[in-house]
């Protein structure tokens, strides 16, 4: 099945600086990639997402970059703010065949003032 | 969050017990998943149900059982054979197929004293 890394497992920045998460994957078929955010004691939710068809996508200071060839797709948060802080999840999905994401362990960023 | 409704936020329970967690949605969603969330092991699937009457184990389903008698309910229960039950559990709806967001519960955590 497909095995979703991602790294590092802890991130600290200061506010205003950007956060890179990287994560691979190992189904090439492999076609959706989520990313979600967590906070403290809630379930987490999507903050952005993209597709095999697509090598980039971007929402205001978020963006996430795609290369299938590599198999790998990365996490793009600029100028950090505190309430950035939380846990980030990246996922992967081959929706042709399988029904349910496989996530990465996470990655804890803080973001500090 | 948003139209699926988790219960309980937390429970304590004796070692040898039976426990079942609701999770209710009002999203109309067909399909519905649990997670398991660990400190550093991300979110590892348990059971997953595409449609009503049907459900398929994820990868940790041993020491759990689900049904899916509603579409709008998903309840799991954590029998006396899971040997580490202790852990953050989440509920997630989503479309058929797995190809678009999942949404979160806000999560249960069980405590085995």
Not at chain 1, 27 to 55: C, H, M, T
Not at chain 2, 30 to 50: C, E, F, K, N, V
Not at chain 2, 80 to 94: D, E, H, I, R, V
């Amino acid at each position: 099945g497909e095995n979703v890394e991602q790294h590092p497992s802890t991130l600290s920045v200061q506010e205003g600086d950007s956060a890179v998460i990287k994560c691979t994957y190992s189904d090439s078929a492999s076609n959706y990639f989520p990313w979600y955010k967590q906070e403290l004691g809630k379930g987490p939710q999507l903050i952005i997402d993209i597709r095999s068809n697509v090598g980039e996508k971007k929402d205001q200071r978020i963006a996430v970059t795609l290369n299938k060839t590599a198999k790998h797709f990365s996490l793009h948060i600029t100028e950090t703010q505190p309430e950035d802080s939380a846990v980030y999840f990246c996922a992967a999905l081959n929706s042709n065949s399988g029904y349910a994401l496989n996530f990465g362990k996470g990655t804890s960023l803080l973001v500090t003032p | 969050d948003g139209g699926i409704t988790q219960s309980p936020k937390y429970l304590f329970r004796k070692e040898g017990q039976n426990v079942t967690l609701s999770c209710e949605q009002n999203l109309n969603h067909d399909a519905m998943y649990w997670y398991r969330q660990d400190p550093g092991q991300g979110l590892r699937l348990i059971y997953y149900s595409q449609i009503v009457n049907d459900f398929q184990k994820g990868d940790i389903a041993e020491g759990y059982s689900v049904s899916r008698e509603k579409k709008e309910s998903f309840p799991l229960t954590v029998t006396s054979a899971q040997k580490n039950p202790t852990a953050f559990y989440l509920c997630a709806t989503g479309g058929t197929g797995g190809t678009g967001e999942l949404f979160f519960g806000e999560g249960s955590r069980l405590t085995v004293l």
